[in-house]
């Protein structure tokens, strides 16, 4: 009986280490297994730079250029959208002259700025955009002679880190019959290739339905890998929403494309009130000016609105926010979307940068990732379309981009 008792105490002594052991096992290898999640964490985003994080956003400086400043004979301003090539350190500057005053056209520069400043804006070329048949784009009066072509109001650009060349947009122009683009080019300005508007974007000549002159396709981006091209709508359609107030906002669509111009997914994105009143009989808006993928399912969005005082001049109000389109409900059915059961996009302010202390805050529409700066962050870049107007700046903003 001794025994047995002695041998069972040893058998329950066994268990109790081998129990032990497995649960530091299993502790270690939980620990392991978080350390290696990390890590694979910082290798994506070493082996692939188009993969974010985003916490807080620092005020680098900001550089102006002159007012009706020229080069190469071209008439600078309207900066509408920028994007870069990490590769060649360079970046695309598209301009939204309707071809009035010189073709269709974007940039080519080089910004110079780091941590402690920004240093220099400097073009280096300028490249002229054609149509399908080769031709410079009409400008309305153009058009209005011959009837052919699309008048141009581009918006945005982005460089294609897969097959290179740049995307751009065009609003379209309702009083001209014409919708809005979306088109590749090569770095030359040859047209390669473009992707179809959506239905319910397109205009409706027999109802009000589709796309507002001058809300339309204004801010793109591609995914992180390069398969996905999404666009933002500046402001809502009218099947969907009025446009914003001081009293309300209004709901516009962001829209996933894959590359062969399928529309993989499409979500309700939730603009801001009009931040101020404008003066007696005076002109406000509010509206999304350009859209940039922090990852697969986050993203930069760039609100701005312009209010009108009572003697005639403008205040922008900017802010950046983060979103997210997990959860999110997919309207690409829906014709409208009003009266309907829609979870927007969740949105959270990351920056108003009418905090920043600028003497001048203008017309921001640009919105790109940047360099690496030597801290180890990403940095952001925006620009202002100065509308060609003298009371406006073209401007230049470099921003620092602090992680989660």
Same mark, same amino acid.
């Given at each position: 009986?001794?025994s047995?008792?002695?041998?069972?105490?040893?058998?329950?002594?066994?268990?109790?280490?081998?129990?032990?052991?497995?649960?530091?096992?299993?502790?270690?290898?939980?620990?392991?297994?978080?350390?290696?999640?990390?890590?694979?964490?910082?290798?994506?985003?070493?082996?692939n730079?188009?993969?974010?994080s985003?916490?807080?956003?620092?005020?680098?400086g900001?550089r102006?250029?002159p007012n009706?400043?020229?080069?190469?004979?071209?008439?600078?301003?309207?900066? @509408?959208?920028?994007?870069?090539d990490?590769?060649?350190?360079? %970046? #695309?500057?598209?301009?939204? +002259? /309707? $071809?009035?005053?010189?073709?269709?056209?974007?940039?080519?520069?080089?910004?110079?700025?780091?941590?402690?400043?920004?240093k220099?804006?400097?073009?280096?070329?300028?490249t002229?955009?054609?149509q399908?048949?080769g031709?410079?784009?009409?400008?309305?009066?153009?058009?209005n002679?011959?009837?052919?072509?699309?008048?141009?109001?581009?918006? @945005?650009i982005?460089?294609d880190?897969?097959?290179?060349?740049? %995307? #751009?947009?065009?609003?379209? +122009? /309702? $009083?001209?019959?014409?919708?809005?683009?979306?088109?590749?080019?090569?770095?030359k300005?040859?047209?390669q290739?473009?992707?179809?508007?959506?239905?319910i974007v397109?205009?409706?000549?027999?109802?009000?339905k589709?796309?507002?002159n001058?809300?339309?396709?204004?801010?793109?981006?591609?995914?992180?890998?390069?398969?996905?091209?999404?666009?933002?709508?500046?402001?809502?359609?009218?099947?969907?929403?009025?446009?914003?107030?001081?009293?309300?906002?209004?709901?516009?669509?962001?829209?996933?494309?894959?590359?062969?111009g399928?529309?993989?997914?499409?979500?309700?994105?939730?603009?801001?009130?009009?931040?101020a009143?404008?003066?007696p009989?005076?002109y406000?808006?509010?509206?999304?000016?350009?859209?940039?993928?922090?990852?697969?399912?986050?993203?930069?969005?760039?609100?701005r609105?312009?209010?009108?005082?009572?003697?005639?001049?403008?205040?922008?109000?900017?802010?950046?926010?983060?979103?997210?389109?997990?959860?999110?409900?997919?309207?690409?059915?829906?014709?409208?979307?009003?009266?309907?059961?829609?979870?927007?996009?969740?949105k959270?302010?990351?920056?108003?940068?009418?905090?920043?202390?600028?003497?001048?805050?203008?017309n921001?529409?640009g919105?790109?990732?940047g360099?690496?700066?030597?801290?180890?962050?990403?940095?952001?870049?925006?620009v202002?379309?100065?509308?060609?107007?003298?009371?406006?700046?073209?401007?230049?903003?470099?921003?620092?981009?602090?992680?989660?």
């Amino acid at each position: 009986m001794r025994s047995v008792r002695w041998l069972s105490i040893s058998m329950i002594a066994v268990l109790l280490l081998v129990y032990s052991f497995q649960s530091v096992l299993a502790d270690k290898n939980e620990n392991q297994l978080k350390s290696e999640e990390d890590a694979n964490e910082q290798l994506i985003r070493k082996d692939n730079p188009h993969v974010h994080s985003v916490d807080h956003l620092r005020l680098i400086g900001s550089r102006i250029v002159p007012n009706k400043a020229t080069f190469r004979g071209t008439s600078l301003g309207g900066f @509408s959208g920028l994007s870069y090539d990490p590769h060649k350190h360079q %970046w #695309y500057i598209i301009s939204d +002259d /309707r $071809s009035m005053i010189n073709p269709a056209r974007f940039y080519t520069g080089k910004l110079r700025y780091d941590e402690r400043g920004f240093k220099s804006v400097r073009l280096t070329d300028v490249t002229f955009l054609k149509q399908p048949d080769g031709t410079f784009y009409p400008s309305k009066e153009q058009y209005n002679s011959d009837m052919e072509g699309d008048v141009p109001d581009f918006e @945005s650009i982005r460089y294609d880190t897969r097959n290179g060349g740049v %995307w #751009y947009t065009s609003e379209g +122009d /309702r $009083s001209l019959g014409m919708n809005p683009l979306i088109r590749h080019a090569t770095l030359k300005g040859t047209y390669q290739s473009g992707l179809p508007t959506p239905e319910i974007v397109r205009m409706d000549k027999q109802s009000p339905k589709g796309f507002r002159n001058n809300l339309s396709l204004e801010g793109s981006t591609f995914s992180p890998d390069g398969l996905s091209y999404w666009t933002v709508m500046e402001g809502p359609l009218f099947q969907d929403d009025n446009v914003p107030t001081v009293d309300t906002g209004a709901v516009s669509r962001i829209t996933r494309y894959d590359r062969d111009g399928n529309i993989k997914v499409q979500y309700a994105y939730n603009i801001e009130d009009i931040p101020a009143e404008p003066g007696p009989g005076k002109y406000a808006d509010n509206g999304v000016t350009d859209i940039l993928s922090i990852n697969d399912h986050e993203f930069l969005t760039l609100e701005r609105a312009a209010v009108q005082s009572a003697d005639g001049s403008f205040k922008n109000y900017i802010r950046i926010y983060k979103i997210d389109t997990k959860n999110a409900t997919d309207i690409k059915d829906m014709d409208t979307i009003k009266n309907q059961n829609v979870v927007p996009v969740q949105k959270q302010l990351v920056l108003n940068m009418n905090e920043l202390g600028l003497s001048k805050l203008d017309n921001i529409e640009g919105m790109s990732w940047g360099k690496r700066l030597k801290n180890g962050h990403d940095s952001l870049v925006l620009v202002s379309d100065n509308n060609f107007n003298d009371a406006q700046v073209t401007q230049f903003i470099a921003l620092d981009v602090f992680p989660e």
